[in-house]
């Protein structure tokens, strides 16, 4: 229980974001700065329901953010997990968002080849047989220098089938043509790039094609799109 | 165009699925009538399209004239002809589509393609007075999370295979209750109080109910529970993946109002959990009256008239019925 109240001594936390999963707030851990990513109580929900949701998916994140880094993808160190609390104590990443960094006036070139390493670490995980579950351009962090990080694995799994990983990628495409309207050819191209440069031709053909048939089952894709599929 | 002392009036025509409905509006967004007839298949049965789109045929003089005669207006104070070109089943949209060729040949107006779910939207938007909202539309065709960026309904969630509206009326109906069985469930719903444990999924902004179907249906047929138990437990777990990807799309776009439409969204339960979700995230929440939450003509006149004040038309040669359409490939001229 020690280190329990230990985190509990640490309450001066500031709101950073409020997500649609966890709130998110800003303080100090052991004398670094961290992020107190707290899955709150969501009043929708029915009790049963979001307990099991809550607990889950925290120690679920834990692991994963943990399994991510063997797979050779940067994600935040996990300082402490709370379950009673269901909340993560986290390194805090300074950085942008990719979403923020896509909104600003970005060169053509800095734009792919973010988006190239992210390929990269997408192909890492998927042949680690880890699946993200949220891939969007809010779940990835990009520091003033260095690599692109990855967070927030709450609805991540363990799976090496390809429908897993084409729904993974089939979730950005998705942000990317929804939100980045600019960009978002050129992203998902390069993405795919990155992972075909990690995963290898043959499998990133086939989880390409897997991605397509998922697109094909959206609400009224015309029969001319279901055909490229 | 015909304009009749400064006044604008559009016709429009529903015909995607069970509903043949015809209204009247103006451009002053007034609904001067709202009629329609509803094919109702048996207990147990889902929609047959044949059979629907005869019930349309039978169906649509009286409807035309009903709503006529209710907006107390004549087919010559007609400015244009709207009718929902898609998405939806075949030959219930022919049926519609035919009635709306007809008429706008007949008074040489424009003839105006809309696009069913655009129609939901617009409509709630309309008695809501919602500007630029991020949108839940659940429907039997729809369960799409969407919000307007750069000239279309942009998908930022939806399902990845079955609709919500979809989930609730197959349930109902294998338990025997009356189609289009979401409000049976949701009176079942209400008197449930254990939840039983049905497989929630969502993936990223996106849900799939395939499999809680496939679930709820095995629970069901296993006997042993009550229904208003699993009435209870279907909603509940379908309605969280969904509040879900609606408060992952309102926290991700940040957007200040969240509305929903669409016929799922008289849904009592499901109002009061996005109302919670837009609570949560300090956005204003709308959600369409209930008179105008199914499909009706009224959300094909407003599309129609709000297309047809941008000029979009339709030459009849190149009406066809578009039963496959997605909401993200329809221009939006008339918003910014």
Same mark, same amino acid.
């Given at each position: 229980m020690a280190s329990r109240s230990l985190v509990g001594a640490k309450l001066a936390l500031k709101l950073l974001k409020k997500g649609a999963e966890a709130n998110l707030y800003l303080g100090e851990f052991m004398g670094s700065p961290a992020v107190f990513k707290r899955r709150i109580r969501k009043p929708y929900r029915v009790k049963e329901l979001d307990w099991k949701i809550r607990e889950s998916r925290t120690v679920h994140e834990a692991k994963l953010l943990h399994e991510a880094k063997v797979a050779g993808v940067p994600t935040p160190l996990v300082y402490f997990v709370d379950h009673q609390r269901t909340e993560l104590v986290l390194q805090y990443v300074e950085g942008l968002r990719l979403k923020d960094f896509l909104e600003r006036?970005?060169?053509?070139?800095?734009?792919?080849?973010?988006?190239?390493?992210?390929?990269?670490?997408? =192909?890492?995980?998927?042949?680690? =047989?880890?699946i993200h579950g949220d891939l969007t351009t809010s779940n990835i962090i990009l520091p003033p220098e260095g690599r692109l990080v990855f967070v927030d694995f709450g609805l991540g799994f363990h799976s090496e089938s390809v429908e897993d990983r084409g729904v993974d990628l089939h979730l950005l495409k998705q942000v990317f043509e929804s939100h980045h309207l600019r960009w978002a050819k050129k992203c998902v191209e390069a993405v795919f790039e990155g992972y075909r440069n990690t995963v290898g031709e043959a499998e990133a053909q086939k989880v390409w094609r897997k991605m397509k048939e998922i697109e094909a089952r959206g609400r009224y894709v015309p029969p001319e799109a279901r055909l490229q599929a | 165009m015909k304009l009749n002392r400064g006044e604008i009036i559009c016709l429009g025509i529903e015909s995607t699925a069970h509903t043949f409905g015809v209204s009247l509006v103006d451009s002053r967004g007034r609904i001067l009538s709202d009629e329609k007839k509803?094919?109702?298949?048996?207990?147990?049965?889902?929609?047959?399209?044949?059979?629907?789109?005869?019930?349309?045929?039978?169906?649509?003089?009286?409807?035309?004239?009903?709503?006529?005669?209710?907006?107390g207006k004549t087919p010559e104070e007609l400015s244009a002809v709207a009718f929902s070109q898609g998405p939806g089943l075949g030959?219930?949209?022919r049926t519609g589509a035919t009635v709306?060729?007809?008429?706008?040949?007949?008074?040489?107006?424009?003839?105006?393609?809309?696009?069913?779910?655009?129609?939901?939207?617009?409509?709630?938007?309309?008695?809501?007075?919602?500007?630029?909202?991020?949108?839940?539309?659940?429907?039997?065709?729809?369960?799409?999370?969407?919000?307007?960026?750069?000239?279309?309904?942009?998908?930022?969630?939806?399902?990845?295979?079955?609709?919500?509206?979809?989930?609730l009326d197959v349930f109902g109906r294998e338990a025997r209750l009356p189609s289009p069985s979401g409000p049976a469930v949701e009176a079942k719903a209400s008197e449930g109080k254990k939840l039983?444990?049905?497989?929630?999924?969502?993936?990223?902004?996106?849900?799939?109910?395939?499999?809680?179907l496939t679930a709820a249906v095995r629970r069901l047929k296993k006997g042993g529970d009550k229904l208003e138990d699993l009435c209870y437990s279907l909603q509940e777990t379908a309605f969280t993946a969904l509040a879900e990807a609606a408060e992952r799309a309102l926290a991700f776009l940040e957007k200040k109002e969240l509305l929903l439409t669409g016929g799922v969204a008289a849904n009592k339960r499901l109002q009061t959990m996005l109302k919670q979700v837009a609570e949560e995230h300090k956005a204003k929440f709308y959600v369409v009256p209930r008179e105008y939450s199914g499909d009706c003509g009224a959300q094909i006149a407003w599309t129609g008239l709000l297309a047809h004040l941008q000029g979009v038309k339709v030459s009849i040669e190149r009406s066809l019925v578009k039963p496959r359409w997605r909401l993200d490939s329809v221009p939006i001229p008339w918003r910014r």
């Open positions: 006036n970005m060169g053509a070139e800095e734009v792919e080849r973010k988006c190239f390493q992210l390929g990269i670490y997408i =192909g890492r995980l998927h042949s680690h =047989g880890l | 509803v094919y109702a298949p048996p207990v147990g049965k889902g929609i047959h399209p044949r059979e629907s789109a005869q019930h349309h045929s039978q169906a649509s003089p009286l409807v035309v004239r009903e709503a006529l005669r209710k907006a030959p219930c949209l709306a060729r007809a008429l706008a040949a007949y008074l040489d107006v424009p003839l105006v393609p809309v696009h069913h779910a655009v129609g939901h939207i617009e409509l709630a938007a309309l008695k809501t007075g919602a500007s630029d909202p991020l949108t839940v539309l659940v429907s039997g065709g729809h369960t799409t999370v969407t919000s307007f960026a750069g000239g279309r309904w942009r998908v930022f969630g939806e399902t990845e295979d079955i609709t919500l509206g979809n989930l039983v444990d049905l497989p929630l999924v969502v993936k990223g902004n996106n849900v799939s109910y395939s499999g809680l």
